[in-house]
């Protein structure tokens, strides 16, 4: 057991704790910044683990845009404050659910476990730990990855396009507006899927 | 019976006489496709000529068999089938050119009045050709010399009745009484070709000359023989419309008349009889068939009877009666001595059709100025042929002599074929049976018994049909006003339901191929117990004087008793209270009906036939319809329920599928995450 | 190091990760969960590279290929949300049954005879 083992295991409790903690917990607004936790502490574990870049991108992306994302559509959709009883499924569902995903996690965890379990990994020793650095990471990034990287970019494009088109207000003589036109109707939620304009 | 002619010639002579005896009036048939439908004269020549032909080579058949006969004369030559050759071929002996004489006559004197009788007919060219192609079927059956060939002049005939009971076929009565007569001949037919494939099987051919041989006929067990002789009985019944499944004749009437006379009263209800005669040699290895025959006729001859005497249509009283005298001729066959052969029935069944045919086209004639045949007085007031002397005295004669020879009055012919059938029937209950060794003696003595008995009702209801048809009758005015007798010559003040043929001119007299005809017929009706002087029929008669006494004894008696029954009757009706004597009307004017006198209930017996219809219709029609229902709802419910489940399931399928869309996402997400694992653990476990 | 503390923790990832998706009624729970199975991707990926330090550095542009996408994927996500909540008044999965056939078999649209 060196000290990275000791770092990761403790990081790594911190990370499963947060998670479940975040997916358990009544109350929403609880939940969210439970997976800032969780986030950051996997942050942590890339670092233990010599990613350091990731951990960065980590960071960045997730915790500072995702969460604050969801966050933000927390408030826009009125989450209700406090504990409240409807934000999980009926007991059934959640005892489906229990089974399912721990079911699912076992077989994976006997699956890796069996085949890699036994590695041990040498981390940062030959090279140093210069293999994860900045600079070795951008020439692979944008010399053998360059292709998938501007794919990458046309879907958050896509991405963000398409983002706005959904959420813009209705205005009627607005063309957009036509082409993705539908009503909202805040006062009349009805079941019956009305035909688009 | 089958030894040759003498000379060859002769027997080439007879064998084509015997040829185009059966071939032209089918010819004729066939012919009558071809003529043009507007062209009335044509048609008519083709039917009388093909009758007038047939009969000549008819009677040169008959002068030519005058030794013996000659059998196996082919007609269309031998047809293989599988399991041998089959010879359809004809035989012409004395019997079967005696009876093919009178079946010409007949059918002559039927084509000759119908060219009269039919004169507004719009189908007269199919009404000519059927009746000729009924002429052949029946010159087939009594010509033919094999069996499957009798078979087919069967069914022919049956066809042929059909069509022509049906002939005026817009009105309904006539389609249902067509369908019915077909219906349930067909039944008794059923009978007839089981008895014939019996014989077939049990002799091994199908030639009745060599069927007929006495060697063959030891090869046959008595159960093969009384099995096959009960089955052919069985389809006598039928077409012969005895007891039980006489209920289709007296409707048959509904046809035309020259039809009825044909067809229902000279041919084909005597086929059967025929039939019987010509296999007597089988028959007469088979006494308990015969003992069957002699009961249903003895119970068809008296039923009949007694029927006849409530009728209310002389048609109808004549279909009864036909009924009554051919269950004579089958009595014949079945109790006739050896000694004798079939002659007693032979002499009933010419005798009955030459007066018969007469009866029946008198009435034709009678009725074709009245367009009804109803009797005496109609409640409700209508048209009816009481007062025919009136109207046409020759006919009403011509009638008289006929009722006269049904009653059996001597020196008639009807009187000496009776007393041939009961003399037979002395013979074999005093002389020792059938064989002489004491069978069916009992047989005997009950046709005799019923024959008697029979005779004085025979000629109680000739004299009531005599009575209510051709004296005038006097004003007997109804309890409920217009319900006035059509008396003389007044036109009638209103037509019956049936169709009129032809406007009402009523003053014209009898069109004369009608009245040449009905003369014709009477020479015959008068005279033909001269038959019985010269070997014209075959076989021996035996006549007894005592039986000869009682039956004219009976028969007077029986006309008496209707008169008497009609002075009764008139005189309870003019002694109702509420019956103003017409202008002072003397009380013995008043003439009622005979069967008045019978108690209400017997009457509305006999005159529905015995509640046979009901009998029939509780044992055959109503099982039949419902089998026909279950197996429609079967069709529907079980055969059917197959092709609709396909859709059934199809949708049931569909709703079930329609479970799993419920529109919830996390529905969907799990089910994609089982689906995930299950694909990942199939990945890894088959790897 | 060892390689199964990581490992276990990718499992335990999963677990929450599916949970939170089959067992939250909210739709931006839902995300949470999500993510959660996200990131136990990546971690995997990061683990891997670790351990077999490829040339081409595989198993982190992967990760950072990831992340791009989850972060697009949860914009998208979180407009049809809004969408949502304005049509409805509220973003509960459970009663946001639009999509889904009736029992009777109708398909409430009208369709001409």
Redesign the interface.
């Known amino acids: 057991m060196t000290t990275r083992d000791v770092l990761f295991c403790l990081l790594g409790l911190l990370t499963a704790a947060a998670a479940v903690l975040s997916v358990t917990s009544r109350q929403v607004v609880h939940a969210a910044l439970w997976l800032v936790t969780a986030l950051g502490a996997l942050a942590g574990c890339y670092l233990v683990l010599g990613a350091e870049v990731v951990a960065l991108v980590q960071v960045l992306v997730y915790v500072g845009a995702v969460v604050v994302l969801l966050l933000f559509a927390l408030m826009l959709t009125r989450a209700p404050i406090g504990r409240s009883p409807d934000v999980d499924n009926p007991l059934l569902a959640r005892v489906a659910a229990g089974v399912v995903s721990l079911t699912g996690a076992t077989l994976l965890a006997v699956l890796l476990l069996s085949v890699v379990g036994s590695r041990t990994v040498d981390v940062g020793s030959a090279d140093g730990g210069a293999r994860s650095a900045a600079q070795p990471l951008a020439r692979s990034l944008f010399g053998s990855w360059v292709l998938p990287f501007e794919l990458l970019s046309l879907l958050l494009l896509a991405a963000l396009v398409a983002a706005l088109v959904l959420s813009r207000a209705r205005d009627r003589d607005d063309t957009l507006s036509r082409i993705a036109s539908i009503e909202p109707d805040v006062e009349h939620p009805t079941d019956v899927v009305r035909e688009p304009r | 019976m089958t030894a040759l002619a003498s000379t060859a010639s002769d027997v080439g002579d007879i064998a084509w006489a015997a040829r185009f005896v059966v071939v032209l009036p089918a010819l004729a048939a066939l012919a009558g496709a071809v003529v043009p439908r507007a062209s009335r004269t044509a048609i008519s020549a083709l039917g009388v000529g093909g009758a007038l032909a047939a009969l000549l080579a008819a009677l040169t058949e008959l002068a030519g068999t005058g030794g013996g006969g000659v059998g196996g004369v082919a007609l269309l030559g031998p047809a293989p089938t599988g399991a041998g050759t089959i010879e359809l071929s004809l035989r012409a002996d004395r019997l079967s050119a005696v009876v093919a004489v009178m079946v010409c006559v007949v059918a002559l004197a039927v084509q000759v009045y119908s060219v009269a009788y039919q004169c507004d007919d719009r189908r007269y060219r199919s009404f000519a050709s059927v009746v000729s192609l009924f002429t052949a079927a029946m010159l087939i059956v009594v010509q033919a010399d094999d069996l499957l060939l009798l078979l087919i002049g069967w069914e022919v005939m049956g066809l042929c009745s059909y069509l022509l009971i049906g002939h005026d076929s817009e009105r309904s009565a006539a389609r249902h009484a067509a369908v019915k007569a077909f219906l349930v001949t067909r039944t008794g037919d059923i009978g007839f070709v089981l008895g014939i494939v019996t014989l077939l099987a049990a002799a091994g051919t199908s030639s009745i000359s060599r069927l007929l041989r006495p060697e063959t006929l030891e090869q046959l067990s008595t159960a093969q023989v009384t099995a096959a002789s009960l089955l052919l009985i069985a389809g006598v019944v039928g077409k012969s419309a005895q007891l039980p499944l006489q209920t289709w004749l007296p409707d048959a009437m509904e046809g035309p008349t020259p039809v009825s006379a044909l067809i229902h009263a000279a041919t084909m209800v005597a086929a059967g009889g025929y039939v019987m005669a010509r296999l007597l040699p089988v028959l007469a290895e088979a006494p308990a068939a015969r003992a069957v025959l002699a009961v249903i006729a003895s119970a068809s001859m008296l039923a009949a009877a007694l029927a006849a005497l409530a009728q209310s249509d002389l048609k109808r009283v004549l279909a009864w009666s036909t009924i009554s005298q051919v269950a004579y001729l089958l009595a014949g066959i079945a109790v006739a001595p050896h000694s004798l052969g079939a002659a007693p029935a032979v002499m009933q069944l010419l005798s009955h059709a030459a007066f018969k045919s007469l009866l029946f086209l008198c009435a034709g004639a009678l009725a074709y100025r009245v367009h009804t045949t109803a009797m005496g007085r109609v409640p409700s007031g209508g048209p009816s042929l009481a007062g025919s002397w009136a109207r046409s005295p020759m006919v009403s004669v011509l009638l008289t002599l006929g009722l006269a020879a049904l009653a059996g009055i001597p020196p008639l012919s009807g009187f000496w074929s009776k007393e041939a059938v009961l003399g037979a029937a002395e013979a074999t209950a005093l002389d020792g049976g059938v064989d002489g060794a004491g069978s069916l003696v009992w047989a005997g003595w009950l046709v005799l018994l019923v024959g008697l008995v029979t005779g004085f009702v025979t000629a109680a209801y000739a004299t009531r049909a005599w009575l209510l048809v051709v004296p005038s009758p006097a004003d007997v005015p109804a309890e409920r006003s217009g319900g006035d007798l059509v008396t003389d010559d007044s036109p009638p003040a209103a037509l019956l339901p049936s169709p009129p043929r032809r406007d009402p001119l009523l003053h014209l007299p009898v069109p004369p191929a009608m009245s040449w005809t009905l003369l014709a017929l009477a020479v015959p009706t008068v005279l033909a117990g001269l038959l019985l002087i010269g070997p014209v029929v075959p076989g021996e008669i035996h006549l007894s004087s005592v039986t000869g006494a009682l039956a004219t004894t009976l028969a007077l008696a029986g006309v008496a008793a209707a008169g008497a029954a009609e002075h009764l009757a008139g005189q309870r009706l003019s002694g109702r209270p509420g019956v103003a004597g017409a202008a002072g009307r003397p009380a013995s004017a008043v003439r009622g009906d005979p069967v008045l006198v019978l108690p209400p209930r017997v009457r509305a017996w006999c005159a529905g036939g015995f509640g046979f219809d009901a009998l029939h219709r509780a044992l055959v029609v109503r099982p039949t319809a419902s089998l026909a229902r279950t197996v429609t709802v079967g069709d529907h419910d079980v055969v059917d329920a197959y092709p609709r489940a396909g859709a059934v399931v199809a949708?049931w399928l569909?709703?079930a599928l329609?479970?799993t869309?419920?529109?919830?996402?996390?529905g969907y997400?799990?089910a994609l995450?089982?689906g995930?694992?299950v694909v990942?653990?199939a990945g890894?476990g088959l790897r | 190091m060892h390689l199964w503390p990581a490992l276990l923790l990718a499992c335990v990832l999963v677990a929450a990760g599916l949970y939170g998706v089959l067992a939250r009624r909210n739709a931006v729970l839902v995300l949470i969960g999500l993510e959660l199975l996200l990131n136990a991707a990546n971690l995997l990926l990061v683990t891997f590279d670790a351990a077999y330090a490829d040339r081409l550095h595989s198993g982190q542009v992967m990760t950072l290929f990831v992340v791009t996408v989850a972060a697009a994927e949860v914009g998208v996500a979180l407009a049809v949300v809004l969408l949502l909540f304005r049509r409805r008044g509220d973003v509960d999965l459970l009663t946001a049954r639009d999509l889904g056939e009736p029992r009777d078999g109708s398909t409430g649209v009208e369709v001409s005879r």
Do not use: S, W
């Not at chain 2, 869309?661 to 996390?666: A, E, K, L, V």
């Open positions: 949708r569909g709703a329609r479970l869309q419920t529109g919830r996402t996390t997400l799990g995450a089982v995930a694992v990942a653990l890894v």
